[in-house]
Nanobody, 115 residues
Framework: QVQLVESGGGLVQPGGSLRLSCAAS????????MSWYRQAPGKERERVAT????????NYADSVKGRFTISRDNAKNMAYLQMNSLKPEDTAVYYC????????WGKGTLVTVSS
C-alpha cells in the first residue's frame, strides 16, 4: 500500500531554515510527480510545491518562490522541501502528496515559525 511519511518539522525562529523529508513506499516512486502541501489553522490546504517524476520540472506557490526548494532522490524514494527565510505565516502542518488517480497523503509534520 502507498505510504508517505513526513519528518523534519519543528519550531524555528523567523528567518530560520528547516528541511522536510518525505519517505515514500508502496508504489513505483520514480514514475510520479510529488508535491508538498500545507494547512494552517483555520485555513484550507494549499499546494506549496511540485516536482516532476525525474526532478526536471518544479513549480511553486507564489508565496514561497525564492525561499523554498523542492527536490527528490529517486534512488532512495525520498522527497525534500528546503525552507529558508521562514516567516510566521509559513506556520502550518506540511503534507507530502502523490496523485495517482486519487490523492495519497502522509500524516503531516508541524512547522511553527515563531520568536
Amino acid at each position: 500500500q502507498v505510504q508517505l511519511v513526513e519528518s523534519g518539522g519543528g519550531l524555528v525562529q523567523p528567518g530560520g531554515s528547516l528541511r522536510l523529508s518525505c519517505a515514500a513506499s508502496g508504489f513505483t516512486y520514480s514514475m510520479y510527480a510529488m508535491s508538498w502541501y500545507r494547512q494552517a489553522p483555520g485555513k484550507e490546504r494549499e499546494r506549496v510545491a511540485t516536482i516532476g517524476s525525474t526532478g526536471g520540472s518544479v513549480n511553486y506557490a507564489d508565496s514561497v518562490k525564492g525561499r523554498f526548494t523542492i527536490s527528490r532522490d529517486n534512488a532512495k524514494n525520498m522527497a525534500y522541501l528546503q525552507m529558508n527565510s521562514l516567516k510566521p505565516e509559513d506556520t502550518a502542518v506540511y503534507y507530502c502528496n502523490v496523485y495517482m488517480g486519487v490523492n495519497y497523503w502522509g500524516k503531516g509534520t508541524l512547522v511553527t515559525v515563531s520568536s
